[in-house]
């Protein structure tokens, strides 16, 4: 009987005490599934943990066929030159469910500029243009992205999309490369950042790259906060060249009390919801690599270790 270890933070225990034995079981897996590192390390065939969990040096679990990932962002644990084992990021449809809300919801509110209809009395007709004439991009053409690309399409949006390689996305104009992001950003009035947070994307938008966007242009971004550079946002954001930006994702979070962003007029601050992991089907997901493990069949979200995601 396969021994799985949950190295995930105390809290996640809490939430996958019963739902990953569950998911288990559903997925016709019998297995030992423990919260406290055996004496033996070798005994661990499988590890479910989080870039929360408490493993700092996984080099002693020898015969682990899997460390699974209950978090989509897996750059705080890829860098970890002791993990060799097989990384699996978490794809929940939960969470793509999530984002796109998010993302949809905040594209409308921006869309149809509801932050402009202030209640103070004065009647002011702001005639918003049809969605096929707002001028949307998403940066990040992965399965979050395709995901929201694809819900905007459904409300009349034609989005463009922009990724480090080439990518085909039906009902996506999709660019690649720098002179591609360069053509994306001249173009998009509403910015979505989708990219995962490698060297190359970190401070990818900083006052060089926010300055091509349109006058007005706003930015969300529930992908990764060091992906946009703070200071440039605030400067850009101050001067008027952007119009406003919805922030989940920062580089320190929480974020501090005292960060501007906090008290700025054109910024709206949410605490990191926009993709929350559901352990219900997160556990599913866990279970499924397991399950796949055992009968000997691919693994499925694989980390590229060289890409870092």
Request: no cysteine; hydrophobic share 40%.
């Given at each position: 009987m396969p021994l799985i270890l949950f190295a995930g933070s105390p809290d996640e225990w809490v939430a996958y005490q019963q739902t990953l034995p569950a998911a288990l079981k559903e997925a016709g897996v019998e297995a030992e599934l423990t919260a406290e590192s055996p004496a033996d390390p070798g005994r661990v065939d499988y590890i479910v943990t989080s870039p929360a969990g408490r493993i700092s040096d996984y080099a002693p679990f020898v015969n682990c066929r899997l460390v699974q990932s209950l978090w989509a962002g897996v750059e705080r644990i890829t860098g970890n030159v002791t993990l060799t084992q097989p990384l699996a990021r978490m794809v929940d449809p939960a969470l793509t469910q999530g984002m796109i809300e998010y993302v949809t919801g905040h594209v409308l509110r921006l869309h149809l500029r509801m932050d402009d209809c202030l209640q103070d009395g004065r009647w002011r007709r702001i005639v918003p243009p049809l969605a096929a004439e707002r001028k949307v991009a998403i940066l990040g053409l992965g399965e979050l992205g395709q995901a929201a690309a694809g819900a905007l399409g459904a409300l009349g949006f034609r989005p463009l999309g922009w990724s480090r390689r080439p990518h085909d996305v039906p009902g996506v104009e999709t660019h690649s490369g720098a002179d591609g992001l360069t053509h994306v950003l001249s173009q998009a009035e509403i910015l979505i950042t989708l990219l995962p947070l490698t060297p190359e994307t970190e401070g990818l938008l900083?006052?060089?790259?926010?300055?091509?966007?349109?006058?007005?242009?706003?930015?969300?971004?529930?992908?990764?906060?060091?992906?946009?550079?703070?200071?440039?946002?605030?400067?850009?954001?101050?001067?008027?060249?952007?119009?406003?930006?919805?922030?989940?994702?920062?580089?320190?979070?929480?974020?501090?009390?005292?960060?501007?962003?906090?008290?700025?007029?054109?910024?709206?601050?949410?605490?990191?919801i926009a993709a929350a992991t559901r352990p219900a089907t997160a556990a599913r997901v866990a279970a499924e690599n397991i399950r796949r493990g055992e009968a000997g069949e691919p693994l499925l979200h694989l980390v590229d270790r060289r890409a870092g995601y």
């Open positions: 900083n006052a060089t790259r926010l300055a091509r966007l349109p006058k007005g242009a706003s930015i969300i971004n529930p992908g990764r906060g060091p992906l946009i550079m703070d200071e440039a946002l605030l400067e850009a954001l101050d001067s008027g060249h952007l119009g406003r930006a919805v922030l989940d994702v920062f580089r320190e979070e929480p974020l501090p009390p005292a960060h501007p962003f906090w008290t700025h007029p054109k910024v709206l601050v949410t605490p990191h």
